[in-house]
C-alpha cells in the first residue's frame, strides 16, 4: 500500500487539515502538542483488553488488581479479596487451608477475567457503564456473581469507570456524578476510626470501632485537621492512662487499649476531644458489630474475655437500654449494626426510637431486596455501602438512589483488608453520600481515601461543599 492510498483509507489529510485549522484558530502556543491532543481526541476509546493479576491487601491477604487496556491508556482499580472473611467467620479461616483457599478464589477469579471477561469487553466504549457492567453480569451463569466473585466484578467495573472519566477528560467523581444523574457533588464528613474493638482488636472491647464525626469543620480539610489532632491526642491519653504496650493498632487503624466497655472507649474518646479543643464540634459513632458476638438471641459482651463473669450475657432489649443510655450520656450520633444480621425486630424497636442514626451492614448487605425491607419495615434509618457487597458501580449506584429515596442516611465505606484503591472517595463526593467511613488516620489504605479526598476538595475550590452538620440531609433526592 502506497502512502497515497494509505491517507486516503484513513482520511488522515483531512484529519490531519482539521487539526491544523483548529490549532490556528485556538492560537495554539505549542502547535504540535495541540494537534497531536485533537487527532487523540477524534479516535474514539474502545476497550482492547481486560488483564487480572492477583496482589495483596493490607492484611497480606491475596486481592484482585484489574488493568484495563484502551487504545489510549491503561486504567486500573483493585478490589478487597474475593471472598474475603469478616467478623466472627474471620477466625475460624485462619488456618492454612483456609488461606490456600482463598488464594485459589482469587487465581480463579484471575483466569475468569483474564479469559471471559476481557474476551465480553473487547471493543465496547468505556464511557458505556451500564453496558459494561451487564455485560460482566451476563457471564455469571449461577446468577449468583459466585462464579466471577463480586469483588473481582467490582474491580473491573471501577477500572471501565475509570477509563470511561479519562474519556470524558472529568475528574472520576464528575464522571460518577454523570452517572448518578446529578448536578450536584458533596464532599463527605469523615467517620473516623479511633479505637479498634471486636474482632478487629486484640483488646476485650467487644464492639468494633468508635469513631468520630467533625461535623463541625467548615471544610473536609479542616475535618481531617481535626480528626488526626484527636486521634493523637488519644494516643497520648492513652500512654498516659494503659502504657506503651495499648497504643497498638487494629485492623482499622484504630488504637487497642486493654478496655472492656463500650462507656470506658468513649469516655478516652472524650477526653481526647476536649484535649484537642473541639468540644461540640465532634460527634461519635460506633460500629457494633453485633452479629459477631450474637450466640442465639443473646449478646456475649464478655466473648473475648479467657475467663467470663456471667454478667456479660445480654438480651437484644438490654441491649436497646445500653443503647439508649450511651445516646443521653455521650454525643452518639450513629450506631452501625447494633443487633444482628437478621433480628430485624430489635433493629426496628430501637430505630423507631429516633435517638441516632441506625446503619444497617450485615442487615442490609447492600441487598437491594433487603434495604426494600427495611425500608418498609423501618428497619434502620441509613445505609452503610460496600461496593464489593454488590458487584458493580451501576448496582452500588442503584443502591445509593434507593437509600436516598427513602430519605436514609448513606454512608460509603470501605472493608477491613483493604487495598490501597482510593475510588470510594469518587464515589462518595460524585454521588453527594454526605459520609464516607475509611478507618483511621493511619495506615496506608486508609489515608489514600482521605488524601483523595483532600485532593478533590483543592480542585472543587469554591463549589466544594462539606456535608458538616447536614451530614445526613445530603442524602437526600436532588
Given at each position: 500500500?502506497?502512502?497515497?492510498?494509505?491517507?486516503?483509507?484513513?482520511?488522515l489529510?483531512?484529519?490531519?487539515?482539521?487539526?491544523?485549522?483548529?490549532?490556528?484558530?485556538?492560537?495554539?502556543?505549542?502547535?504540535?502538542?495541540?494537534?497531536?491532543?485533537?487527532?487523540?481526541?477524534?479516535?474514539?476509546?474502545?476497550?482492547?483488553?481486560?488483564?487480572?493479576?492477583?496482589?495483596?491487601?493490607?492484611?497480606?491477604?491475596?486481592?484482585?488488581?484489574?488493568?484495563?487496556?484502551?487504545?489510549?491508556?491503561?486504567?486500573?482499580?483493585?478490589?478487597?479479596?474475593?471472598?474475603?472473611?469478616?467478623?466472627?467467620?474471620?477466625?475460624?479461616?485462619?488456618?492454612?487451608?483456609?488461606?490456600?483457599?482463598?488464594?485459589?478464589t482469587?487465581?480463579?477469579?484471575?483466569?475468569?477475567?483474564?479469559?471471559?471477561?476481557?474476551?465480553?469487553?473487547?471493543?465496547?466504549?468505556?464511557?458505556?457503564?451500564?453496558?459494561?457492567?451487564?455485560?460482566?453480569?451476563?457471564?455469571?451463569?449461577?446468577?449468583?456473581?459466585?462464579?466471577?466473585?463480586?469483588?473481582?466484578m467490582?474491580?473491573?467495573?471501577?477500572?471501565?469507570?475509570?477509563?470511561?472519566?479519562?474519556?470524558?477528560?472529568?475528574?472520576?467523581?464528575?464522571?460518577?456524578?454523570?452517572l448518578?444523574?446529578?448536578?450536584?457533588?458533596?464532599?463527605?464528613?469523615?467517620?473516623?476510626?479511633?479505637?479498634?474493638?471486636g474482632t478487629?482488636?486484640?483488646?476485650?472491647?467487644?464492639?468494633?470501632?468508635?469513631?468520630?464525626?467533625?461535623?463541625?469543620?467548615?471544610?473536609?480539610?479542616?475535618?481531617?485537621?481535626?480528626?488526626?489532632?484527636?486521634?493523637?491526642?488519644?494516643?497520648?491519653?492513652?500512654?498516659?492512662?494503659?502504657?506503651?504496650?495499648?497504643?497498638?493498632?487494629?485492623?482499622?487503624?484504630?488504637?487497642?487499649?486493654?478496655?472492656?466497655?463500650?462507656?470506658?472507649?468513649?469516655?478516652?474518646?472524650?477526653?481526647?476531644?476536649?484535649?484537642?479543643?473541639?468540644?461540640?464540634?465532634?460527634?461519635?459513632?460506633?460500629d457494633?458489630?453485633?452479629?459477631?458476638?450474637?450466640?442465639?438471641?443473646?449478646?456475649?459482651?464478655?466473648?473475648?474475655?479467657?475467663?467470663?463473669?456471667?454478667?456479660?450475657?445480654?438480651?437484644a432489649?438490654?441491649?436497646?437500654?445500653?443503647?439508649?443510655?450511651?445516646?443521653?450520656?455521650?454525643?452518639?450520633?450513629s450506631?452501625?449494626?447494633?443487633?444482628?444480621?437478621?433480628?430485624?425486630?430489635?433493629?426496628?424497636?430501637?430505630?423507631?426510637?429516633?435517638?441516632?442514626?441506625?446503619?444497617?451492614?450485615?442487615?442490609?448487605?447492600?441487598?437491594?431486596?433487603?434495604?426494600?425491607?427495611?425500608?418498609?419495615?423501618?428497619?434502620?434509618?441509613?445505609?452503610?455501602?460496600?461496593?464489593?457487597?454488590?458487584?458493580?458501580?451501576?448496582?452500588a449506584?442503584?443502591?445509593?438512589?434507593?437509600?436516598?429515596?427513602?430519605?436514609?442516611?448513606?454512608?460509603?465505606?470501605?472493608?477491613?483488608?483493604?487495598?490501597?484503591?482510593?475510588?470510594?472517595?469518587?464515589?462518595?463526593?460524585?454521588?453527594?453520600?454526605?459520609?464516607?467511613?475509611?478507618?483511621?488516620?493511619?495506615?496506608?489504605?486508609?489515608?489514600?481515601?482521605?488524601?483523595?479526598?483532600?485532593?478533590?476538595?483543592?480542585?472543587?475550590?469554591?463549589?466544594?461543599?462539606?456535608?458538616?452538620?447536614?451530614?445526613?440531609?445530603?442524602?437526600?433526592?436532588?
Amino acid at each position: 500500500m502506497s502512502v497515497q492510498e494509505y491517507l486516503e483509507k484513513h482520511l488522515l489529510s483531512r484529519k490531519i487539515e482539521e487539526a491544523v485549522n483548529a490549532a490556528v484558530r485556538a492560537k495554539a502556543p505549542d502547535p504540535v502538542l495541540f494537534i497531536s491532543t485533537h487527532m487523540r481526541r477524534a479516535a474514539p476509546a474502545v476497550i482492547t483488553s481486560v488483564r487480572a493479576r492477583q496482589i495483596l491487601d493490607s492484611r497480606g491477604e491475596p486481592a484482585v488488581e484489574v488493568a484495563l487496556h484502551t487504545n489510549k491508556a491503561v486504567h486500573r482499580a483493585s478490589a478487597a479479596a474475593a471472598d474475603a472473611p469478616e467478623g466472627a467467620a474471620a477466625a475460624s479461616t485462619r488456618d492454612a487451608e483456609k488461606r490456600k483457599l482463598l488464594a485459589r478464589t482469587v487465581a480463579d477469579a484471575v483466569r475468569v477475567i483474564n479469559d471471559k471477561v476481557s474476551e465480553a469487553l473487547v471493543g465496547m466504549d468505556p464511557q458505556q457503564q451500564a453496558q459494561i457492567d451487564q455485560a460482566i453480569i451476563d457471564l455469571d451463569k449461577a446468577h449468583h456473581k459466585a462464579e466471577i466473585g463480586m469483588k473481582a466484578m467490582l474491580a473491573v467495573s471501577i477500572a471501565a469507570c475509570k477509563a470511561g472519566a479519562a474519556e470524558k477528560e472529568v475528574p472520576l467523581y464528575k464522571h460518577i456524578t454523570d452517572l448518578v444523574g446529578k448536578s450536584t457533588t458533596t464532599l463527605p464528613v469523615p467517620a473516623i476510626t479511633v479505637i479498634n474493638g471486636g474482632t478487629h482488636g486484640g483488646n476485650r472491647l467487644p464492639i468494633q470501632e468508635i469513631m468520630i464525626l467533625p461535623v463541625g469543620a467548615k471544610s473536609f480539610e479542616e475535618a481531617m485537621q481535626m480528626g488526626s489532632e484527636t486521634y493523637h491526642h488519644l494516643k497520648d491519653i492513652i500512654l498516659e492512662k494503659y502504657g506503651s504496650d495499648s497504643c497498638n493498632i487494629g485492623d482499622d487503624g484504630g488504637f487497642t487499649p486493654n478496655i472492656s466497655s463500650i462507656s470506658e472507649g468513649l469516655d478516652l474518646v472524650i477526653a481526647a476531644i476536649d484535649r484537642a479543643g473541639y468540644n461540640g464540634r465532634i460527634k461519635l459513632a460506633i460500629d457494633v458489630a453485633a452479629t459477631d458476638f450474637c450466640i442465639g438471641k443473646k449478646y456475649d459482651l464478655e466473648f473475648k474475655f479467657a475467663e467470663k463473669s456471667g454478667q456479660g450475657f445480654k438480651t437484644a432489649d438490654d441491649m436497646i437500654e445500653i443503647y439508649s443510655q450511651l445516646c443521653s450520656e455521650y454525643p452518639l450520633v450513629s450506631i452501625e449494626q447494633p443487633f444482628d444480621k437478621d433480628d430485624w425486630e430489635h433493629s426496628k424497636k430501637f430505630t423507631t426510637l429516633e435517638l441516632c442514626q441506625v446503619v444497617g451492614d450485615d442487615l442490609l448487605m447492600s441487598d437491594p431486596e433487603r434495604i426494600k425491607r427495611a425500608v418498609n419495615e423501618y428497619t434502620c434509618n441509613a445505609l452503610v455501602l460496600k461496593a464489593n457487597q454488590v458487584g458493580t458501580v451501576t448496582e452500588a449506584i442503584e443502591v445509593v438512589k434507593q437509600a436516598k429515596d427513602a430519605h436514609w442516611g448513606v454512608m460509603v465505606s470501605h472493608r477491613s483488608g483493604d487495598t490501597d484503591d482510593s475510588f470510594i472517595a469518587d464515589l462518595a463526593v460524585g454521588a453527594a453520600a454526605g459520609q464516607i467511613k475509611a478507618g483511621a488516620p493511619c495506615r496506608g489504605e486508609c489515608l489514600s481515601k482521605y488524601n483523595q479526598l483532600l485532593r478533590i476538595e483543592e480542585e472543587l475550590g469554591s463549589d466544594g461543599v462539606y456535608a458538616g452538620e447536614n451530614w445526613r440531609t445530603t442524602a437526600g433526592t436532588s
